[in-house]
């Protein structure tokens, strides 16, 4: 019997929608089995019927049970949704990050380094030309004829990148926002201050930094007073025979200077400075990937912008109530993971 | 005494015979083919009208072929198809390179000259069959020749403008003219000649690249003499304009291979170097807007506004010194005050590290499980 069952159950299962030939199949095998058990004697048409009545429940049977059971796997199915999507939540959670930098913004830094590293590799072999290091450099991109294109295209590039900044710090509220948040103040040169007392061990505590500390204003305002030296000497070094008209060959000759020192200033700070404390800080090491999804960790985040982690909590308590933490629902499946969050996530303490 | 004086009397003419036997046992016999060739050509005024109606000077001056580095020479060593007197037909045109070639074995010099001219301009021309192709008498001269340093040599220092002036007429009074023209003519030993930038043997056209005034190669040469402050220092002109032309975006260009990049005889000109005061030089203000709108389509009086051989560690740049000067500053003190703060970070990181290496385990700990 167990085998009818298995045999029913199956075509139950996988059956249901075309059911005539597995159902003649199984009447088949049905009738077979219950011709060798009945009683032997009965008549003809006795025997008819009672095969008949038989065949018929089955059937019924059959129905019903093929349908419980695709109830039964789509209940699993939803279940088992249920769980993964439960446990990607949960893993994003343990992941704790929350996003810094939005598309917009990292648009903007992508195109503005692009052009950078464009901008560095063909123009320093410039400044340094009697270094064999130059001309291989200059060989392998093609000549010089191919690299003062590369470095016009990096230049248009940079320039634009400049000017929808402008525009994008006038135009857009997250922009104005931010671009409020960036102007140094009283605040930062204490900060400073702090900061220099706790590195050399006068003070116990890191200074308190809003959404920009004065290391992150200092890049960005490294960069405006580098993009305008730059573009502004560079465009006169690009059209130098209308530079020179106009203003004498001195122009031409201040802005070559300019062109190229503050090039070399621009890259040993962001070689130095910006990659230190982006790629090889011991805490960063080997980089950061905020630039690229945007995102910071939730422990840097409370951790670097304290006051900026505490204005995104009100707006968090105000936006959400989770409700897959363990207590509120019976499933134990995450339960170590999601006790692990409960206890380091300042989320989790806040809301349980 | 008197034995005294005998004995020197017959010293004396023993000497005089000796030097008798000498001369008659060696020098006639060298002589003795000369002697024959100079009875016509050793008369003055010797010469022959061509059917041409061009007259022929034939005349060689036996006192000045003695003087000539080949008076030890018989002539018909160089004029080895000359046999017969009175010559039959005209003698060919002598070949230096029977005997100047590499590996002679008669004594002359053995010099990669000989092949070097065969690949020079002239050398070329004259294989192509140019009638005008200059070959070694052209410039050495025939029966007078002399090392080139000695000053009546046709190829010495003072006389080789002359001598390729002969051809180069032109170049000749534009060079005659010019500031390395007059110092020559002035006696300065230090004044560049035709050979000093051209080469000698190996003069090659400026648009074959191995030539020593090929755009990419000029600057090399004009900085044999003017990047040399021994030399410039006498006569006033800065050693540092090839300095700074390397340095400028013309001289970069020109040593990544860009050689439309103005050189320095794009701007100074080939042959008619004049100081910059001079109004007749390239360089002067007044011709500036002309000399940079060769290459600077529309250059204007402006371009002569500040200096061309810029050097900006020099306080004579004026205010491009002082940019130079601000940037050097707010570099470095950028610089250091970037490093002081890394450094100091990284400081405090480890100090945090040793004293609380507990906490960084229990860290650890806490997140592996």
């Not at chain 2, 007429?169 to 023209?181: D, P, R």
């Not at chain 2, 007749?280 to 007044?286: A, F, I, L, M």
């Amino acid at each position: 019997m167990s085998e009818e069952n298995m045999s029913e159950q199956e075509s139950g299962f996988w059956g249901s929608e075309d059911t005539a030939e597995t159902a003649a199949r199984l009447s088949r095998s049905i009738s077979g089995s219950i011709l060798k058990e009945l009683p032997q004697g009965l008549s003809e048409p006795q025997l008819k019927r009672l095969k008949k009545e038989l065949l018929a429940s089955l059937e019924k049977e059959m129905v019903l049970e093929s349908r419980r059971v695709i109830r039964l796997f789509l209940e699993e199915e939803e279940r088992l949704q249920k769980h993964t999507e439960k446990k990607r939540r949960i893993k994003e959670l343990l992941d704790e990050s929350v996003e810094r930098l939005s598309l917009n913004q990292r648009l903007q830094h992508m195109i503005l380094f692009t052009c950078t590293i464009v901008l560095i590799i063909t123009g320093l072999p410039i400044k340094f030309h009697e270094a064999p290091a130059a001309e291989f450099v200059i060989h392998l991109l093609g000549g010089p004829n191919i690299t003062r294109i590369l470095h016009r295209i990096g230049a248009v590039g940079l320039t634009l990148v400049g000017l929808y900044h402008l525009w994008y710090c006038m135009a857009f509220e997250e922009g104005r926002t931010n671009f409020g948040l960036l102007l140094p103040t009283l605040r930062d040169a204490k900060n400073f201050l702090h900061q220099i007392g706790y590195f050399l061990g006068l003070k116990e505590d890191r200074p308190l930094f809003d959404r920009f500390s004065y290391i992150e204003k200092f890049d960005y305002w490294a960069v405006y007073w580098g993009m305008v030296v730059m573009i502004t000497s560079g465009y006169i070094l690009w059209f130098m025979e209308k530079a020179i008209n106009q203003f004498g060959k001195v122009a031409y000759d201040i802005a070559r200077e300019a062109h190229s020192d503050e090039g070399l200033l621009a890259t040993l700070a962001i070689i130095i400075w910006h990659f230190y404390n982006v790629h090889f800080n011991p805490k960063k090491f080997p980089g950061s990937l905020t630039w690229w999804h945007g995102r910071i960790p939730l422990e840097e985040f409370r951790e670097e912008h304290p006051l900026d982690y505490e204005r995104w909590l009100e707006t968090q308590d105000q936006a959400e109530v989770d409700p897959i933490w363990p207590g509120q629902e019976p499933d134990g499946s995450a339960d170590g993971s999601v006790a692990l969050s409960k206890n380091a996530g300042p989320k989790g303490g806040r809301t349980s | 005494m008197t034995r005294s004086r005998a004995h020197s009397v017959a010293w004396k003419a023993g000497l005089a015979l000796w030097g008798v036997i000498g001369f008659l046992s060696s020098v006639p016999a060298r002589a003795q083919d000369d002697i024959r060739c100079l009875t016509c050509h050793g008369k003055p005024g010797f010469e022959k009208i061509l059917p041409s109606g061009k007259r022929l000077e034939l005349f060689v001056d036996p006192m000045r072929l003695r003087l000539s580095i080949h008076k030890e020479r018989k002539c018909v060593d160089c004029h080895a198809d000359v046999t017969e007197v009175p010559h039959p037909s005209i003698p060919e045109k002598v070949n230096c390179g029977r005997c100047h070639f590499l590996g002679n074995e008669v004594g002359a010099p053995q010099l990669e000259r000989y092949a070097e001219y065969k690949n020079s301009a002239h050398g070329k021309a004259l294989a192509e069959g140019n009638p005008k192709a200059p070959v070694c008498q052209d410039c050495h001269g025939d029966h007078f020749i002399l090392p080139g340093s000695d000053s009546r040599s046709q190829v010495s220092h003072r006389n080789i403008p002359q001598t390729c002036g002969e051809c180069h007429l032109e170049i000749y009074a534009q060079y005659q003219e010019s500031v390395h023209g007059q110092a020559l003519a002035k006696g300065v030993k230090d004044a560049p000649v035709c050979t000093d930038c051209h080469g000698e043997h190996n003069i090659l056209k400026p648009q074959d690249k191995t030539s020593t005034v090929n755009p990419g190669t000029i600057v090399n040469t004009c900085s044999r003499c003017h990047a040399k402050v021994v030399i410039m220092e006498k006569y006033g002109v800065k050693a540092e304009q090839v300095a700074t032309y390397r340095e400028s975006f013309h001289g970069i260009a020109n040593e990544f291979g860009m050689l439309k990049a103005a050189n320095c005889a794009s701007c100074h000109t080939a042959h008619q170097i004049f100081p910059e005061q001079d109004p007749r030089s390239s360089v002067n203000s007044r011709n500036i807007p002309y000399t940079c709108g060769k290459c600077h389509p529309g250059a204007n009086a402006n371009f002569a506004k500040g200096r061309i051989h810029l050097n900006p560690k020099d306080k004579s740049a004026g205010i491009v010194y002082w940019i130079a000067l601000g940037f050097k500053i707010l570099t470095l003190s950028t610089l250091i005050g970037l490093l002081i703060h890394i450094l100091l970070d990284l400081y405090r990181r480890v100090k945090n590290r040793k004293q609380a290496p507990r906490h960084d385990e229990a860290e650890v700990v806490e997140k592996s499980q």
